[in-house]
């Protein structure tokens, strides 16, 4: 095992200066090696990584698996869209309440205790 994780951290440490034909070689085989996410953990993760809140190691074998995997690259690209509308929404929200509808609740609240 030991042996397995030296050749790893090797192929981690290599990945960032690759060309895209090694890189797309190295996560490939990446992505079958022990420790590396699976695409049932990459869900778990999305929000870590978009968030920055990530370390290191963990970031490289996520980006492995990006790289690797056509489907959870689509669910990133699609989740990282959701997230981005989910922001805009929250800003377009308007949280100007009317006086006279903050008043008349209040009063019918008052009128309810009585």
Request: include cysteine; aromatic fraction near 8%; hydrophobic fraction near 40%.
């Amino acid at each position: 095992m030991q042996q397995t994780q030296t050749l790893m951290n090797r192929m981690l440490a290599g990945y960032d200066t690759a060309g895209p034909a090694k890189k797309r070689l190295i996560s490939l085989f990446m992505h079958h090696f022990p420790g590396q996410i699976t695409c049932e953990e990459f869900g778990d993760f999305m929000a870590e990584y978009l968030d920055g809140e990530m370390d290191r190691a963990e970031r490289r074998r996520f980006e492995f698996h990006l790289q690797a995997c056509p489907m959870c690259r689509t669910h990133m690209e699609e989740y990282r869209a959701a997230v981005e509308l989910a922001k805009a929404s929250a800003d377009d929200a308007s949280p100007d309440v009317p006086q006279e509808l903050i008043n008349a609740i209040l009063a019918a609240r008052d009128r309810d205790r009585l």
